[in-house]
């Protein structure tokens, strides 16, 4: 890793400086809750139910699961309340590590997290995972199918590996350019094609790569703007989302698009 904390072997937009920044001074939040049915917890009850159904195979008690870039993660006490499996994570954000620990332990749940970088991980971790997650990972490699082959390294052959990035194809992304290029530039631009091509790239198969839930808005990172406009900022982002998300919950379902969805969702085989 270079002095100024980005990859030698794959440019790394963000870098460990940036995280370090992001998490530093963020207050340590309750793990997801699936049975929240308050309107601002739509986005996990869709995600409780794409991971309850597509691997139900996988999340089963005494397997093991590693959240690979972990900072300041709620998703490894829900993945261990929820199913019941063993939770580990990486993350070369010192910050981040600390904050994923804390939020553990405020949810009573015991989990293991690394401080490393995955390109110089540990090796008592590699080939051990029944499922490897990332919720906004490869997308910031100028390679990213060189960030997939490595995570790939931390699952048992047979394994699940499944990628979230950003839908910076539609018109989030259009938002995100123009309301907080600094941001935007930190992206890789990756549709379901290029999500799915850069797995195959990697030598994984595919099991499905789509793109996820109809819409998002918050999906659009604002924290370039002052504190004061930042928070009215996400009030209206969340406030312009609730409509449809509430139309969805009384079973009007809004296809998920290349325009309009948040996310794009890939599960590969290891």
């Known amino acids: 890793m270079n002095r100024d904390g980005r990859h030698s072997r794959t440019s790394d937009r963000a870098g460990v400086t940036y995280w370090d920044d992001v998490w530093e001074g963020q207050a340590t939040p309750d793990a997801i809750d699936p049975k929240s049915r308050n309107i601002t917890n739509y986005v996990y009850l869709c995600f409780d139910r794409f991971l309850s159904t597509t691997l139900a195979d996988k999340l089963v008690p005494g397997s093991e699961l590693l959240e690979v870039g972990c900072?300041?993660?709620?998703?490894?006490?829900?993945?261990?309340?929820?199913?019941?499996?063993?939770?580990?994570?990486?993350?070369?954000?010192?910050?981040?590590?600390?904050?994923?620990?804390?939020?553990?332990?405020?949810?009573?749940?015991?989990?293991?997290?690394?401080?490393?970088?995955?390109?110089?991980?540990?090796?008592?971790?590699?080939?051990?995972?029944?499922?490897?997650v990332s919720f906004g990972v490869v997308e910031h490699f100028d390679r990213p199918s060189d960030c997939v082959a490595m995570m790939a390294r931390f699952g048992r052959p047979g394994g699940t590996l499944l990628t979230l990035v950003p839908n910076l194809a539609g018109v989030a992304g259009i938002m995100q350019k123009y309301l907080c290029r600094r941001i935007y530039d930190i992206h890789v631009v990756l549709d379901r094609d290029a999500l799915a091509a850069i797995h195959r790239d990697a030598g994984l198969e595919v099991r499905s790569c789509e793109y996820f839930m109809g819409v998002n808005w918050a999906v659009v990172n604002l924290s370039c703007l002052p504190r004061y406009l930042h928070r009215l900022a996400v009030g209206v982002q969340l406030g312009l989302s609730a409509p449809f998300w509430l139309i969805e919950r009384m079973g009007m379902r809004i296809p998920p698009n290349r325009v309009t969805s948040p996310y794009v969702l890939c599960v590969a085989s290891t």
């Open 71 to 132: 900072g300041h993660s709620r998703w490894l006490p829900y993945f261990a309340k929820r199913f019941g499996v063993g939770v580990s994570g990486i993350d070369y954000s010192s910050v981040g590590c600390r904050q994923a620990e804390a939020i553990l332990a405020k949810s009573g749940t015991s989990g293991a997290i690394s401080h490393a970088d995955i390109f110089d991980p540990p090796r008592d971790l590699l080939g051990r995972f029944d499922v490897v």
